[in-house]
């Protein structure tokens, strides 16, 4: 059974749904985690003190409401539309990133967001 977290910032929270993958165990074993929001086209993303390897299912393209890791920044990363990276109507990350699930609601909240606004993650328990 996939599981899920919460992604809670001042204005809204939400949920997403973990992917099966190691990497994706990896960070539900670490959370809680917080951090300070950064924008990259859209893309929200923050950096964190995991440490993950690329792995052979890393991607070079993502899809709308995707969270992934990405390896070389450390960083925990949720997509919404092309970055400047992108080509027609791709979403590109900077590099591969390695795909952990996706947001289940409410994703175009993300880009109403402010730089630096602090954003925390949890597991979503069940009740």
């Known amino acids: 059974m996939s599981k899920k977290i919460n992604i809670s910032t001042e204005h809204f929270t939400t949920t997403a749904t973990l992917n099966n993958s190691i990497w994706a165990e990896h960070l539900y074993n670490t959370l809680p985690l917080e951090g300070s929001c950064k924008f990259w086209g859209d893309e929200l993303f923050f950096s964190t003190k ?16 995707d969270i992934a890791f990405w390896p070389p920044g450390s960083a925990f990363c949720i997509f919404w539309g092309p970055t ?13 990133v390695n795909l952990l699930g996706s947001i289940d609601s409410q994703l175009l909240k993300f880009k109403d967001i402010n730089i630096g606004s602090i954003i925390s993650i949890s597991k979503l328990e069940d009740k």
């Open 84 to 96: 400047p990276m992108s080509r027609e109507n791709e979403i590109r990350p900077a590099s591969k």
């Open 50 to 65: 995991i440490s993950m390897e690329e792995d052979n299912n890393s991607s070079e393209i993502v899809s709308i409401g």
